[in-house]
């Protein structure tokens, strides 16, 4: 009979009070992790010998349960602060522990300027590990990334200036630097008038010639569209349909214009019916109310709605008289709606014959045929409404 695997040692984290070194022992050994607690504190009174075991051991020995290594989850844990502020104190402990045993070049004017800057460096390590690699990620980096990046670098130049002075090195530079200093202060002094000036005068530059292209732009508009169609107007002043037509065509144009809500070439839905208002308006001379709400792409589908909806308009043009015709379209996520309403003296729906195929085929069919639905709602004397659907 074979004898059982020893159980390796793990740490436990959750036991622990830092790494769980000291639970993860006293779980493999069967005692009370207070006992190990208590020695690894004595070790470290009488020399200190213990911190640096402590830490090599919080490295190197695995977690209880999946975990990742204790390097990487030290330098990706989202308490960069607290993993900056321990490597600073490690680095204290160990540069202590060699003053107590007498190293020669471990003395206060080497060991604070070390501290400080492992603090920094941890803190831009651990950024380092947690930034993106694409450039395009970088530049959307959080500010809070920025500014701990920003704080280890202060404090890794911070300690090596500490060292340079308390070591007497930045008397030489300072008789160069300060001169130089002195002279660039004095230097802005006297052509900071002059650069505030210019910077101001550059911005003044660019308003007026930005308003100056958007006059421009308005006034070619204004040529193109609305002068043109009060040549027209003038033309056929004896056609009263016609002027009527003329201005909301340029009603429309210029609405559409003014709200500049899609990029210019883009044909949606919303601009698809639109499009087609207006060139039924244009053709049959009746007025057409359009009133949409959301948009949407034009795929397949959307484009069968919009000819279903052209052959409505087309018919109420036809049959409703010289009253407006109403289009509303509602869009939202998948599901589109579209309601044509008019005045007219309406029909029964079972009376059409059945070689009418205007409303059987070129609006129920196509929509039915592209998984959509149509309605006719329609009683001679109170008008029409189609109803024009396409769901997900």
Known sequence: MSSAAPVAVRRDPQHGYLGGVCAGFAARVGIDPLLIRIGFIAA????GVAIPLYALAWVLIPAEGPERPSVQRLLTRSDTWLVAAGMGCLTAAGLLLLRAWDVWFVDDRFLWPAVIAATGGALIWRQSQTAPERVAERARLPRQTVNRA?????????GALIFLYVNDALAPARDVVLPVLVILVAVAIILAPWWIRLVRGLADERDARIRSQERAEVAAHLHDSVL?????????????????????????????????????????????LEAAAAEVEAD??????????GDGPLDERAAALVAAAREALVNASKFAGPEPISLYAEVADDRAEVFVRDRGPGFAVD?????????????????ERHGGRATVHSTPGHGTEVELVIEP
Not at 239 to 266: C, H, I, K, M, Y
Not at 284 to 293: E, G, K
Request: glycine fraction near 8%; avoid cysteine.
């Open 44 to 47: 470290v009174a009488l020399g």
């Open 150 to 158: 920003t704080a280890g670098a202060a404090l890794v130049v911070g």
């Open 228 to 272: 043109q169609t009060l040549a027209l107007v003038q033309k056929r002043a004896d056609d009263p349909r016609e002027v009527a037509a003329l201005a909301r065509r340029q009603e429309r144009e210029l609405r559409a214009w003014l709200n500049n809500t899609r990029p210019s070439g883009e044909v949606t839905l919303a601009s698809a």
């Open 284 to 293: 049959h001379h009746v007025p057409i109310d359009v009133v949409t709400v």
């Open 351 to 367: 009376d059409v014959p059945s070689d009418r195929r205007g409303v059987r085929d070129s609006i129920v069919g196509r929509m």
